[in-house]
């Protein structure tokens, strides 16, 4: 079967890992994948995610299947958390991931909607391969303008005002992947009032709630998109924000114009579940339940968090700072602008190439670093390392 056939590429960012590990030099540094580290380098279990699971260690009296769409409860907190109260104009269904969670969205709209879906430029690497491989043909709208370092407000909402009904447009709800420039609370309005005008609908992307601003400011574009009455899906990921990158632990919310129309979807999001993984992984929701159903260990964990949000501003600063003092030819305080996990530094394919052969630092070919992954051990030897990339 194999043999006249080429490999497939190393993934964009999974990949970057696997080399990472295989690269025997002792002083190597990966900030490629977007997972959190704390000071010492390490990824770990919050404190509030251990007592939940040892809680459940004692109480969890089956391992028999979830329902398709997963515990009722689950999906009530969840959302709590992306929209402040349960909604009843939407169904949530547990999913495994945020890339479960996109890839559920991506089938049901190819059946129900259009074909065509749009990204911005750049988005996550992952995002383009998931809806083309649910057979959706993916078109991309402006988003970040390389000069400037921000929004290419003008490009991107003159371009969303020429997508043609039932289109679905992907949006990052906070902390957009890789280019950390967010939308403001007006321009969200704005966005939700073209999508209501022109008919299509959006897949919102929340894997980043809680390291932007905040748990409840992010929800910004969540809520302009609620307000403006159309049909949109969201996508949540746990990874980031419970620290549950390997439980595989997301949801798709579907929000209808009516509880009537949200029960349709609801049977919808079952079939659609069913002949792809039939029923999500249990164990992570389970920790998401116990944390946000018990007031102390949901304080815990929101202090966790807004602790790695603390942290990663920190780093931010830290880079920037450490930059500008190793000379490096650019005005770095776009750094501490950029909201969420990454920095879009600007660096060019060579230069990326240059840091990984030369110094044994990993970041993503489109320059993209994970601030997540500095510590105070590996923020000089960076700093130098990119500040003699960009002088070369
Ligand atoms: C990332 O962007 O690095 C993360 O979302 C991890 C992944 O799966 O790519």
Redo the contacts with the bound molecule.
């Keep these: 079967m194999w043999k006249n056939v080429e490999s497939a590429p190393a993934?964009a960012?999974?990949g970057l890992t696997e080399a990472f590990k295989k690269d025997p030099r002792f002083a190597k540094v990966n900030l490629?994948?977007?997972?959190y580290k704390d000071e010492e380098g390490h990824t770990p279990i919050l404190a509030s995610v251990k007592a939940a699971e040892k809680r459940l260690i004692d109480e969890e009296n089956t391992k028999s299947y979830l329902p398709i769409t997963g515990n009722e409860a689950y999906g009530r907190e969840v959302q709590k958390l992306i929209f402040g109260a349960p909604c009843d104009r939407a169904v949530t269904a547990h999913t495994p991931g945020?890339?479960g969670a996109l890839r559920v969205a991506a089938e049901m709209l190819r059946t129900f909607s259009s074909k065509t879906f749009w990204v911005s430029k750049p988005t996550?690497?992952?995002h383009t391969n998931i809806f083309k491989a649910a057979g959706l043909t993916v078109k991309e709208y402006p988003y970040y303008n390389p000069a400037s370092k921000n929004l290419d407000s003008e490009g991107f909402l003159s371009a969303l005002e020429q997508i043609p009904a039932n289109d679905c447009v992907l949006l990052h709800a906070c902390c957009h992947?890789?280019s950390g420039v967010d939308l403001s609370a007006d321009q969200w309005k704005q966005v939700a009032q073209i999508a209501a005008k022109n008919g299509w609908s959006a897949l919102v992307d929340f894997?980043y709630q809680g390291f932007g601003e905040s748990l409840e400011a992010d929800r910004i574009g969540v809520e302009a998109f609620l307000e403006s009455g159309i049909d949109f899906f969201i996508a949540s990921?746990f990874?980031?924000n419970f620290g549950l990158?390997r439980e595989r632990t997301g949801a798709l919310t579907a929000v209808a114009a009516s509880p009537a129309d949200a029960e349709t979807a609801a049977s919808h999001l079952k079939a659609t579940a069913r002949v792809i993984y039939s029923n999500p992984p249990a164990h992570g929701g389970m920790i998401v339940t116990t944390v946000l159903q018990d007031s102390k260990l949901s304080s815990r964990w929101k202090n966790e968090l807004n602790g790695m949000r603390d942290r990663i501003a920190q780093a931010r600063a830290a880079l920037a700072e450490g930059l500008t003092a190793h000379g490096v030819p650019m005005d770095c305080s776009f750094i501490t602008r950029q909201k969420g996990?990454?920095s879009f530094s600007g660096l060019t394919k060579e230069q990326v190439a240059f840091l990984r052969e030369e110094k044994a630092i990993y970041i993503?070919d489109s320059g993209?670093i994970?601030v997540a992954g500095l510590t105070p051990g590996n923020l000089g030897y960076v700093c130098d390392a990119v500040a003699e990339a960009m002088n070369r």
């Design positions: 993934d960012i999974l490629g994948v977007g997972v945020g890339t996550w690497a992952n992947n890789p894997a990921s990874s980031k990158y996990m990454f993503v993209r994970n």
